[in-house]
T-cell receptor, first 111, second 113 residues
Framework: RKEVEQDPGPFNVPEGATVAFNCTYS??????FFWYRQDCRKEPKLLMS???SGNEDGRFTAQLNRASQYISLLIRDSKLSDSATYLC????????????FGTGTRLKVLA | DTEVTQTPKHLVMGMTNKKSLKCEQH?????MYWYKQKAKKPPELMFV???????INESVPSRFSPECPNSSLLNLHLHALQPEDSALYLC????????????FGPGTRLTVT
């Protein structure tokens, strides 16, 4: 089993749709969780950190389920500019600087 | 300011060349990273420096040699690379607490001929 798993997609959705991505992780010692977006041939950019209580930033909502070891990202009212690859990133454990990346989920928002 | 800078943006080198990639951050972050990313793959960790000391080496071949001259700078020295080393090389930094997020530079796109 991979340490961090994501559905690679692609997810093709119309503008205005709501889309959800899931990510599962295998290390129960992981303490920190993040979603990054990466545009083609660009660097990953932090979208949001994921907290135990869940968090929201505009159209984006992230949730963490420690018991089932998965995190999710919900995008509401999709825009064309949301087209990108979304990377789930998990810290390998308390006190370590090692971050594990999922393979990424490709999203394409269609006009 | 959450900026990490990298130079050069593009680099083409022959297999016998020696070159260096540079990375700089002025956010006071105490951890700095080198990643390698191939097309359609996630970034792959190479090295981590924390407090200017090498703390993680992910079994990277010795033709890649990292250096951290001070807390703001990170170099990656390249020597005798192979064509399969062609990739996007990303630098990142994070605060002293490893529970915090990383910030990435724009990367150096390396082509080995």
């Amino acid at each position: 089993r991979k340490e961090v798993e994501q559905d690679p997609g692609p997810f093709n959705v119309p503008e205005g749709a709501t889309v959800a991505f899931n990510c599962t992780y295998s290390n129960s010692a992981s303490q920190s969780f993040f979603w990054y977006r990466q545009d083609c041939r660009k660097e990953p950019k932090l979208l949001m950190s994921v907290y135990s209580s869940g968090n929201e930033d505009g159209r984006f909502t992230a949730q963490l389920n420690r018991a089932s070891q998965y995190i999710s990202l919900l995008i509401r009212d999709s825009k064309l500019s949301d087209s990108a690859t979304y990377l789930c990133v998990v810290n390998a454990g308390s006190g370590t600087y090692k971050y594990i990346f999922g393979t990424g989920t490709r999203l394409k928002v269609l006009a | 300011d959450t900026e990490v800078t990298q130079t050069p943006k593009h680099l083409v080198m022959g297999m016998t060349n020696k070159k260096s990639l540079k990375c700089e951050q002025h956010m006071g972050h105490r951890a700095m990273y080198w990643y390698k990313q191939k097309a359609k793959k996630p970034p792959e960790l190479m090295f981590v420096y924390s407090y200017e000391k090498l703390s993680i080496n992910e079994s990277v071949p010795s033709r890649f040699s990292p250096e951290c001259p001070n807390s703001s700078l990170l170099n990656l020295h390249l020597h005798a690379l192979q064509p399969e080393d062609s990739a996007l090389y990303l630098c990142a930094s994070s605060p002293k607490d490893p529970s915090y997020e990383q910030y990435f530079g724009p990367g150096t796109r390396l082509t080995v001929t």
